[in-house]
């Protein structure tokens, strides 16, 4: 089993800056993935940035702005979010791709708010 802890979400001004942490823990498990998605109020989860043996893709909406990396020792994932705008706004959440016993299989953490306000 997967457990997923999330951090680093909050309140930010417009411009500013945000670093979101997702640490994936557990036995049995290889993690395989690691991404970021985002819900806003009436609108479906979207892929934010992803990141698969080194191969990164972003939304288009981000590139230039956002940047995904792993710490493949702790598997932790990074989402560091500059120049943020208002429409940054929403609930981001960490997607972990495993494999145990060659089965892939996904796993979506609790979610952590961002806030972009003046």
């Known amino acids: 089993q997967v457990h997923i802890v999330e951090s680093g979400g909050g309140l930010v001004q417009p411009g500013g800056s945000l670093r979101l942490s997702c640490e994936a823990s557990?036995?049995?498990?290889?993690?395989?993935?690691m991404g970021w998605y985002r819900q806003t109020t009436g609108k479906e989860r979207e892929l934010v940035a992803r990141?698969?043996?080194?191969?990164?893709n972003y939304a288009d909406s981000v590139k230039g702005r956002f940047t995904i990396s792993t710490d493949s020792a702790q598997n932790t994932a990074y989402l560091q979010m500059n120049s943020l705008k208002m429409e940054d706004t929403g609930v981001y959440y960490c997607?972990?791709?495993?494999?145990?016993?060659?089965?892939?299989?996904?796993?979506w953490g609790q979610g952590t708010q961002v806030t972009v306000s003046s």
């Open positions: 990141i698969h043996h080194d191969v990164t």
């Open positions: 997607n972990v791709g495993s494999v145990a016993t060659d089965i892939y299989f996904e796993t």
């Open positions: 557990g036995s049995g498990f290889r993690v395989a993935a």
